[in-house]
């Protein structure tokens, strides 16, 4: 049959024909011979052919050891090797676009080593650059799923659980997943896993994409101006008023608290407003909030959100504090918050941890600039609250007639992933650092030498499969930061290089204290207790709901209706389908009640 087959999808394979040993600082490149299986796909015909072809292997080293400031790496012995080498395919990775010369998605220092260590190679169908649910769907239909896979959209899961395409892997998670595994992954007691049941079954491996309470605010202020106008950091909305009422009048920034058109999630979120009322009615884009509505069921925030957080928000618009296009502007898109931030148009935004990394270029516009970040202020009540960050559901499959072997090679990279992170400072080699729990640290890559010093490199490890998101665990930053404060309690003069190329940013610092103020008042978070599945019927209900609530909203705030139409509002949106989406929700709820009651506690 002709190679020239067009619309072609290539699947590779690379089984280790001779491997080189690890050798020393000054040793040259490895030259290596690989054996490569190359799947010609063009409809449901497959094509094999054998080719042999030489990379180039940068060999191993610990070379950092014999540097001043250098370090002997402590990695913990993987949990198994792998002989011969398993190959599983999936998809994905998180690389940059630009490798060096003779590097590639499937052959790069990262897949190297675990071959080398454990014995594992992930052969990558496709790219994770967007549009994953479009290819899985043909993969499904085509027969051609992934071994090994994540998947988010409840509908896609649901097609997968009940369509028989997803194997139960109870037996081998039982057998193989390590007690700190399942500790770390909260096993099974965590909110994120009873999708990942059915009848009592393990289906799924549930993740968070990023740390639990990641994406929920802190109030970040510029400290330097609190400074300039007498003011302390805000405990409470009085303060908060105070605060951006002096930023305004001082000429400081036009915008004394800054907030998107999305109103209550991630950046410029204000869901603190409603959360010192208990409630949070509503997510990212206006998605509908669920909670518990004390009667074992669960109810809609827009149902039973008070009067009060959009009468405390219209008193702000009112009074010139938040931006007089608020509903116009994007949190991402350019300019947006960040734009917003760093360039000095607002001295005071609600955002998560992360938004510390804004440091740097806030101090490039501003050298004078001194940033904060305090815990969401108490309102009138005495109270606070704000949302979750949380989505169950998410999670990772293996699919249906998996050779079992390829389950647990998988499981057990898990399993050594956790256990390396329980010790970053050990792995600077070949782990990951606290500072951010999706970056390696592979030298010529993340970083690499000047002279005795540590600089950031030019590119991003190339990795996939079992690597984030799919290890992440919802403590994975609190286990993270330890490092940072086992760094930081050190005296400087006692750091090595690696510990010195962490330490010399700021933001670094400020990032890990942020998220201690989140974790530390994790009591006050409010969650969605449920994620409906992205079915036809429920996307257009649930855009129509996000319509009326945003446009109800919106008008309030700037003061186009009144909020003495409040429960006309409840009304409408129970009316024009909100009722229905109710009923669905609690029908998704009670089956996860269900669930849970089913999945044994050992």
């Given at each position: 049959?002709?190679?020239?087959?067009?619309?072609?999808?290539?699947?590779?394979?690379?089984?280790?024909?001779?491997?080189?040993?690890?050798?020393?600082?000054?040793?040259p490149?490895?030259?290596?011979?690989?054996?490569?299986?190359?799947?010609?796909?063009k409809?449901?015909?497959?094509?094999?052919k054998?080719?042999?072809?030489?990379?180039?292997?940068?060999?191993?080293?610990?070379?950092?050891?014999?540097?001043?400031?250098?370090?002997?790496?402590k990695?913990?012995?993987?949990?198994?090797?792998?002989?011969?080498?398993?190959?599983?395919?999936?998809?994905?990775?998180?690389y940059?676009?630009?490798?060096?010369?003779?590097?590639t998605?499937d052959?790069?220092?990262?897949s190297?080593?675990?071959?080398?260590?454990?014995g594992?190679?992930?052969?990558?169908?496709?790219?994770?650059?967007?549009?994953?649910?479009?290819k899985?769907?043909l993969?499904?239909?085509?027969?051609?799923?992934?071994?090994?896979?994540?998947?988010?959209?409840?509908?896609l899961?649901?097609?997968?659980?009940?369509?028989?395409?997803v194997?139960?892997?109870?037996?081998?998670?039982?057998?193989?997943?390590s007690?700190?595994?399942?500790?770390?992954?909260?096993?099974?007691?965590?909110?994120?896993?009873?999708?990942?049941?059915?009848?009592?079954?393990?289906?799924?491996?549930?993740?968070?994409?990023?740390?639990?309470?990641?994406?929920?605010?802190?109030?970040?202020?510029?400290?330097?101006?609190?400074?300039?106008?007498?003011l302390?950091?805000?405990?409470?909305?009085?303060?908060?008023?105070?605060?951006a009422t002096?930023f305004?009048?001082e000429?400081?920034?036009?915008?004394?608290?800054?907030?998107?058109?999305?109103?209550?999630t991630?950046?410029?979120?204000?869901?603190?407003?409603?959360?010192?009322?208990?409630?949070?009615?509503?997510?990212?884009?206006?998605?509908?909030w669920?909670?518990k509505?004390?009667?074992?069921?669960?109810?809609?925030?827009?149902?039973v959100?008070?009067?009060?957080?959009?009468?405390?928000?219209?008193?702000?618009?009112?009074?010139?504090?938040?931006?007089k296009?608020?509903?116009?502007?994007?949190?991402w898109?350019?300019?947006?918050?960040i734009?917003?931030?760093?360039?000095?148009?607002?001295?005071?935004?609600?955002?998560?941890?992360?938004?510390?990394s804004?440091?740097?270029?806030?101090?490039q516009?501003?050298?004078?600039?001194?940033?904060?970040?305090v815990?969401?202020?108490y309102?009138?009540?005495?109270?606070?609250?704000?949302?979750?960050?949380?989505?169950?559901?998410?999670?990772s499959?293996?699919?249906?007639g998996?050779?079992?072997?390829?389950?647990?090679a998988v499981?057990n990279?898990?399993?050594?992933?956790?256990?390396r992170?329980?010790?970053?400072?050990?792995?600077?080699?070949?782990?990951?650092?606290?500072w951010?729990?999706?970056?390696?640290?592979?030298?010529?890559?993340?970083?690499?030498?000047?002279?005795?010093?540590?600089?950031?490199?030019?590119?991003?490890?190339?990795r996939?499969?079992?690597?984030?998101?799919?290890?992440w665990?919802?403590?994975?930053?609190v286990?993270?930061d330890?490092?940072?404060?086992?760094?930081?309690?050190k005296?400087?003069?006692?750091w090595?290089?690696?510990?010195?190329?962490?330490?010399?940013?700021?933001?670094?610092?400020?990032?890990t204290e942020?998220?201690?103020?989140?974790?530390?008042?994790?009591?006050?978070?409010?969650?969605?207790?449920?994620?409906?599945?992205?079915?036809?019927?429920?996307?257009?209900?649930?855009?129509?709901?996000e319509?009326?609530?945003?446009?109800?909203?919106?008008?309030?705030?700037i003061?186009?209706?009144?909020l003495?139409?409040?429960?006309?509002?409840?009304?409408?949106?129970?009316?024009?389908?909100?009722?229905?989406?109710?009923?669905?929700?609690?029908?998704?709820?009670?089956?996860?009640?269900e669930e849970?009651?089913?999945?044994?506690?050992?």
């Open positions: 049959m002709s190679e020239e087959l067009t619309r072609r999808r290539f699947m590779k394979g690379m089984v280790i024909a001779a491997t080189g040993a690890m050798i020393g600082a000054c040793a490149k490895t030259v290596v011979v690989t054996k490569e299986v190359e799947k010609i796909v409809e449901t015909v497959l094509v094999e054998e080719v042999t072809r030489v990379v180039e292997k940068t060999a191993v080293t610990e070379k950092s050891a014999a540097r001043p400031g250098g370090w002997v790496p990695i913990p012995a993987p949990p198994k090797k792998y002989d011969p080498l398993v190959h599983v395919r999936t998809y994905g990775g998180y940059a676009s630009v490798l060096p010369e003779g590097d998605r052959q790069n220092p990262w190297r080593y675990l071959d080398e260590q454990m594992i190679h992930y052969d990558f169908m496709w790219e994770f650059e967007g549009h994953q649910t479009a899985l769907d993969a499904i239909a085509s027969g051609e799923l992934p071994d090994y896979f994540v998947c988010a959209p409840k509908t899961m649901t097609q997968l659980q009940e369509g028989g395409l194997e139960d892997i109870t037996d081998i998670w039982n057998a193989t997943a007690p700190l595994l399942k500790q770390r992954k909260e096993y099974p007691t965590h909110g994120f896993w009873p999708p990942c049941f059915i009848d009592g079954r393990l289906y799924g491996i549930a993740y968070l994409n990023g740390p639990d309470y990641g994406q929920e605010p802190t109030l970040w202020i510029r400290k330097d101006w609190l400074d300039k106008v007498g302390e950091p805000p405990k409470t909305f009085d303060d908060v008023e105070a605060i002096a305004v009048k000429g400081l920034c036009p915008i004394g608290l800054w907030t998107s058109e999305y109103l209550l991630q950046l410029g979120s204000l869901s603190w407003v409603f959360g010192a009322y208990g409630v949070v009615p509503i997510g990212y884009a206006w998605e509908t669920w909670m509505d004390g009667k074992g069921g669960v109810i809609a925030g827009p149902v959100a008070p009067a009060e957080p959009l009468a405390i928000i219209r008193d702000w618009y009112a009074k010139g504090l938040l931006a296009d608020w509903f116009t502007m994007q949190m898109q350019n300019p947006g918050g734009a917003y931030w760093t360039g000095g148009q607002t001295g005071m935004v609600a955002c998560a941890w992360w938004f510390g804004m440091m740097a270029a806030t101090k516009n501003d050298p004078e600039a001194d940033i904060i970040d815990t969401v202020p309102g009138p009540n005495g109270k606070r609250g704000r949302e979750a960050s949380l989505r169950p559901g998410e999670m499959f293996f699919k249906k998996i050779d079992p072997t390829k389950i647990e499981i990279h898990m399993n050594w992933i956790v256990d992170y329980e010790h970053p400072s050990a792995n600077y080699d070949y782990g990951y650092t606290s951010h729990s999706s970056q390696g640290t592979h030298e010529g890559y993340e970083w690499k030498w000047e002279g005795d010093k540590i600089v950031a490199g030019d590119y991003q490890i190339v996939g499969g079992a690597e984030a998101p799919n290890w665990y919802p403590g994975m930053k286990v993270g330890r490092n940072m404060d086992e760094i930081a309690a005296p400087a003069e006692q090595n290089a690696f510990e010195r190329f962490v330490m010399k940013d700021p933001w670094r610092a400020a990032q942020a998220y201690k103020h989140v974790y530390e008042s994790r009591d006050i978070t409010i969650r969605n207790e449920v994620w409906l599945p992205a079915t036809s019927d429920v996307e257009d209900a649930g855009k129509e709901m319509k009326l609530c945003q446009q109800y909203y919106t008008d309030v705030i003061g186009k209706q009144s003495d139409d409040l429960d006309k509002f409840k009304q409408e949106w129970l009316d024009r389908g909100g009722a229905e989406l109710t009923e669905l929700a609690n029908k998704y709820y009670l089956k996860d009640q849970l009651k089913k999945i044994p506690k050992s």
